[in-house]
């Protein structure tokens, strides 16, 4: 059986000049008799605006049809992308891999799609050519598109432009677009049941369920698609290398680790910790938080398209509606927390195990105060009448009444998100004359909604009770009713030498109660005995979360294949407007908003707000030109004018050159833009934390404060260990600027097409971007030099506590007393520059024997450099070949089709690169982390090569009805080992599931 192209199919490879991609679902066109009477549709296809025009070889592009979805085994946009060459590496594709509530994580139950390793906001997602509504709950502070939004079984195929294309499309096209093409005019009934799992004991299962129904008329199409999808949770606990790769854990478990204010070296741990680690401080309960994680969160989902055209003459009415609810369940760790309570906390009375274990830590102090032997009194009386009490009076002399613990909540926090996501086009499209035109109106809105489940706890209530001034009518016993409480960030409580006690500065009666005020009983959190008091639930919040985001937008194009003629033939030619609004709104609960008291009153939130809308307004042009016999140049041009930040141009210039039928050359350059996406420009507190380093400062840098050193930026007057060269972790707040400028890009190509026979074709291509103007990204080294540059300027302010740094100002706060950093409030600012370049081969080969036929396909994506500098001062990272950017992604395969069968067999390679320990991006361990299980940042082991291999087959059960199994990672392959996260797996380039199955049954009626 001879492969022939579908005619559609045909149109858009033409069109594009294709690159045929090695996926075990690429470039595969389904066998059809030929029929030299069929007529080529005309088409727009990605990257011009002329429809019908053959740019045969022009552009570098890359197309995956409806046949490839199939046959791939996906259950998703990113699961079907996110193997090809061109979206891996860096700030990489993403799917709900590591997401949480934490401001810079993924939102749970969003994926996205990027580009080049340059990030998903710098990759334009158009469905059938026009934009869609961003999240309106960002990753980070960057704006996306959410992927999980648009059903996979709505796809006719995906076209993808690696490279920019501002010039036509406008902002964001930086590293290029990714087009979902919807299906349409269909003819009948269709229903698709698949089921996939991995084949290790836990269950990892998703499934799929969807139904198409089309109709035609004589002047009408009609068309319907609702899908359902479902996807069980993959937790780090259903694979032991997952589980077993942060071999540091946590210094802190659900268990309480206590000790006294006056003498920080003594201390008592909780006798439920089941792992003990040792530290300058003493014993302290170690646990791993990988225990608690998922990779991917549970995911369920409910999609329906809706595609009506009517023809009036030469008239096209056409008309889309999507919408798309789902619901994710996601998990993160439990938060730590370093507070204070009172000595006569009821649960400390109820532990005599701690109560014993604190008294012997603290053995030679008592002693000294009292006599030989008095501690072992103390211990051997705790199970005798009063017992308890002579050791709790004891202690409350011994620590001025107070002693700071160390916890881990012992439940994980637990979130839901509902996201629900609306798309309506209604346009015309018809022509005259010798003209082609097309008008519509475009409206998207996407709602989320995030609810906490369990293990958020609110700062206020739990420090209030753990001190006991919290009552059960609501009260807080502060002001005039005595126990004034200071609750900000800070893990340090001063005692004075005389009653009242302080803390934080403030003084507490310690005789005001909530019995004795009027004000019911006192309301106590029990840090003790795992934290399993059932009063503890008092302490938690829901936390709700909420976002909207809208884009409504008209555009209206005009194009011809047939402006003017020169002497080597005619000009096509395409002019066009846009008119766009678009608005974010996310909105977090009043309880999560960093106030005059606190960073983070909800532990771990991330509280994150943004509320900001834009217009713009855009034209554009395109022309393309015969200059002599086989050569052609397009020239286009968009100008785009916002309402915040003022207008851009960006041209492009393309040339093709094709001497010789099987040969062709092509060229590129243009320059494009991303505009500060929504999130970004109307950001206003994210939540984050930081620390500062006072080692190797500037020697222009000294402390801003007089009768301070440079050191005591970290350390303070009077701090213990005084060779600590960085600050504690402070949670800081990120703001949003309206003043951020645009960034720009200039990218630039060039290539070569090779098809020495009708089966053949071979393409090899060489690109570069150029990306400036970069809006920060608060990594360690920017933070560092965001707090240096702020402190030459002068913009800090000094003070005694966080209320003199107004929550939502930017600026450094020094503490007046001890000249050290004690908050930070970041900014968002244009700085830095990443300079990308690399060259993508494609090769292809088609064999038609009497056994059926073969297609065998190659393509690889090398990357030569990818240069960055993240701040002013910040050094040049050269990142190819280091942590997350591999060399060398390639993929190979065969697909062998004969009758009703089709088998495929494909290879997928990932470079090795080299370890960095230390890589603050990701969030990797420290050096001195690495070194306590042995290991030399300076002579760490590359993170090692990989290869997968994926198999499908097809069978026709019937005219009616077809049956696909697919299973990836064929031999069970698992990711390389990586220490420059704490994950142990560089999830934007390797897969942590192991050996994956599929299995789909569709049937036509």
């Not at 003084?507 to 004000?519: A, F, K, L, M, Q």
């Not at 707040?733 to 190509?749: F, K, R, W």
Request: glycine residues 10%; proline residues 4%; negative net charge.
């Amino acid at each position: 059986m001879k492969i022939q192209r579908k005619p559609l199919s045909l149109a858009i490879k033409v069109a594009l000049g294709m690159a045929a991609v090695s996926l075990p679902f690429s470039g595969y066109a389904e066998e059809t008799e030929s029929d030299d009477s069929v007529v080529l549709e005309e088409v727009v296809a990605t990257g011009s605006h002329i429809k019908g025009l053959d740019l045969q070889g022009s552009v570098q592009a890359i197309q995956l049809d409806r046949k490839d979805i199939e046959e791939s085994g996906a259950s998703s946009l990113v699961e079907l992308l996110q193997s090809l060459s061109v979206t891996g590496g860096g700030s990489g594709t993403f799917s709900t891999t590591n997401a949480g509530t934490d401001s810079g994580s993924t939102p749970v139950g969003s994926s996205a799609v990027s580009l080049r390793g340059l990030g998903t906001s710098s990759t334009l997602t158009l469905i059938n050519g026009r934009r869609a509504t961003v999240s309106s709950f960002a990753s980070g502070s960057e704006s996306f598109v959410d992927a999980n939004a648009i059903p996979l079984a709505a796809i006719e195929r995906v076209e993808i432009l690696p490279g920019g294309a501002s010039a036509t499309y406008g902002a964001d096209a930086v590293a290029g677009v990714v087009n979902y093409i919807l299906r349409d005019d269909y003819e009948g009934s269709e229903i698709s049941v698949k089921y996939s799992d991995t084949t290790a004991s836990s269950d990892e299962a998703n499934y799929n369920v969807n139904f198409l129904w089309g109709k035609n008329t004589e002047n009408t199409n009609t068309t319907f698609m609702v899908d359902y999808y479902k996807k069980n949770a993959f937790s780090y606990n259903d694979r032991n290398y997952l589980i077993e790769a942060d071999p540091w854990g946590s210094s802190r478990s659900p268990f309480v680790d206590a000790w006294f204010v006056g003498d920080y070296g003594n201390q008592g741990t909780d006798e439920n910790c089941s792992d003990v680690l040792d530290t300058e401080f003493g014993p302290e309960c170690r646990d791993n938080p990988n225990r608690y994680l998922n990779v991917d969160d549970e995911f369920e989902s409910l999609s329906s398209v809706l595609k009506f055209n009517m023809f009036f003459g030469d008239t096209k009415w056409f008309n889309e509606l999507m919408f798309s609810t789902n619901e994710s369940q996601g998990r993160s760790t439990p938060s730590t927390w370093k507070l204070h309570t009172a000595i006569d906390n009821p649960g400390l009375q109820e532990d005599p195990d701690l109560i014993a274990s604190i008294l012997e830590a603290n053995k030679s102090s008592l002693d000294a105060d009292n006599s030989a032997g008095f501690t072992d009194g103390l211990i051997s009386g705790l199970d005798s009448p009063g017992g308890i009490d002579a050791a709790i009076a004891e202690l409350d002399s011994f620590s001025d009444g107070f002693m700071r613990i160390n916890g881990r909540f012992p439940d994980a926090r637990e979130y839901s998100v509902e996201s629900d996501t609306m798309r309506f086009v209604s346009g015309l499209e018809g022509a005259f004359d010798k003209w082609d035109w097309e008008t519509a109106l475009t409206y998207g809105r996407n709602e989320n909604t995030q609810e906490a489940s369990q293990g958020y706890y609110v700062r206020e209530l739990l420090q209030h009770g753990l001190l006991g001034t919290l009552c059960s009518d609501g009260t807080i016993l502060e002001g005039s009713d005595g126990r004034i409480v200071d609750i900000g960030d800070g893990d340090t409580i001063n005692i004075d030498d005389e009653p009242p006690l302080s803390v934080g500065g403030q003084y507490i009666d310690t005789s005001v109660t909530c019995e004795n005020s009027g004000h019911g009983e006192t309301v106590w959190y029990n840090p003790f005995n795992g934290q399993t008091d059932p009063n503890n639930d008092f302490f938690k919040t829901p936390a709700k979360r909420s976002g909207e985001s809208e884009i409504t937008a008209w555009d209206a194009t005009i194009s011809t294949a047939d402006l003017f003629v020169l002497p080597a033939g005619p000009v096509a030619a395409a002019f066009g407007i846009e008119v766009r609004n678009e608005s974010v709104k996310d909105t977090p609960a009043g309880i999560t908003i960093a106030n005059e008291k606190t960073n983070d009153p909800v532990w771990n939130f991330a509280g994150t707000s943004a509320d900001y809308e834009r217009d713009s307004q855009s034209a554009y042009f395109e022309l393309v030109a015969p200059v002599i016999q086989g050569m052609e140049l397009t020239f286009a041009g968009r100008y785009d004018n916002y309402s915040d930040f003022g207008d851009d141009f960006n041209p492009m210039v393309r040339l093709r050159y094709q001497p010789i039928d099987e040969l062709t050359f092509r060229g590129n350059w243009s320059t494009s833009f991303r505009a500060p996406s929504l999130a970004q420009a109307g950001q206003g507190t994210r939540l984050t934390s930081h620390k500062f380093s006072c080692e190797n400062l500037p020697a222009d840098l000294q402390h801003p404060e007089a009768g301070f050193t440079a050191a005591n930026l970290c350390d303070g007057v009077g701090a213990e260990d005084a060779d600590d060269f960085e600050t504690d972790s402070m949670f800081t707040e990120e703001l949003g600027s309206s003043e951020l400028e645009p960034e720009t890009a200039e990218t630039m190509g060039f290539g070569v097409l090779f098809n020495p026979t009708y089966d053949t074709e071979i393409s090899l291509d060489w690109w570069r971007i150029d990306y400036d103007n970069l809006v920060s990204s608060f990594t360690t080294n920017v933070e560092q030099s965001y707090i240096e540059q702020a402190l030459r300027e002068g913009n800090y302010v000094t003070g005694s506590g966080l209320s003199d740094l107004e929550s939502g100002t930017p600026g450094v706060l020094i503490d007046e007393t001890t000249g050290q950093i004690i908050d930070t409030h970041f900014q968002l600012f244009n700085t830095g520059f990443q300079n990308v370049e690399g060259v993508d081969l494609s090769v292809t080969q088609y064999f038609d024997t009497m056994y059926g036929s073969f297609k065998l396909m190659a393509d690889a994506s090398y990357l030569i450099e990818f240069e960055e500098k993240v701040c002013e001062t910040c050094p040049v990272d050269q990142l190819a070949g280091e942590f997350s950017y591999p060399e060398l992604k390639a993929n190979l395969g065969a697909r062998w089709t004969y009758n009703a069968y089709r088998v495929g067999l494909f290879a997928n390679y990932v470079s090795g690169y080299e370890e960095d320990g230390l890589d603050d991006r990701f969030g990797g361990p420290t050096e001195g982390e690495l070194a306590d299980i042995g290991l030399d940042v300076a002579n760490l082991d590359d993170v090692s090569e990989w290869w997968t291999w994926d198999a499908s087959f097809g069978y026709e059960v019937s005219r009616a009805g077809y049956v696909s199994v697919n299973v990836s990672n064929l031999m069970d392959a698992k990711p390389p080992r990586t220490y420059s996260n704490y994950d142990g797996v560089d999830f934007f380039n390797h897969d942590a599931y192991g050996r994956t199955f599929s299995v789909r049954y569709t049937h036509e009626f």
